[in-house]
């Protein structure tokens, strides 16, 4: 079993920025997958950005050179760096990872971009 804990969402201006965490409770390096995914009022959940085990990483189109994800190896954490915000970004954002096979998930954290 492993739990996840997002943090950092708010409310944001357009054109502000917002970081994004996600604590696992087990060490990192034993995720085959973890990602940010998000789901805006009426829409399906999508993938915004994700990191393998290889180290290898993918990025939604709509956030590519906005969105960059960070590791921080001590606190088994991955955040997710929001700059350049647009209110089309505003969704619920979860965390997920895959270990050993399975899914898991954060409980979700709103990110609210508005003027």
């Known amino acids: 079993q492993v739990q996840l804990v997002e943090s950092g969402g708010g409310v944001v201006q357009p054109g502000g920025s917002l970081r994004l965490s996600c604590a696992a409770s087990?060490?990192?390096?034993?995720?085959?997958?973890m990602g940010w995914y998000r789901q805006a009022p009426g829409k399906q959940r999508e993938l915004v950005a994700h990191v393998r085990s290889d180290g290898s990483t993918n990025y939604a189109d709509s956030v590519k050179g906005r969105f960059a994800l960070s590791r921080d190896n001590a606190k088994n954490t991955v955040d997710l760096q929001m700059n350049s915000l647009k209110r089309e970004d505003t969704a619920v954002y979860y965390c997920?990872?895959?270990?050993?096979?399975?899914?898991?998930w954060g409980q979700g954290t709103q990110v609210t971009v508005s003027s």
């Open positions: 997920k990872v895959e270990y050993l096979g399975l899914e898991f």
């Open positions: 087990k060490n990192r390096f034993s995720f085959q997958f």
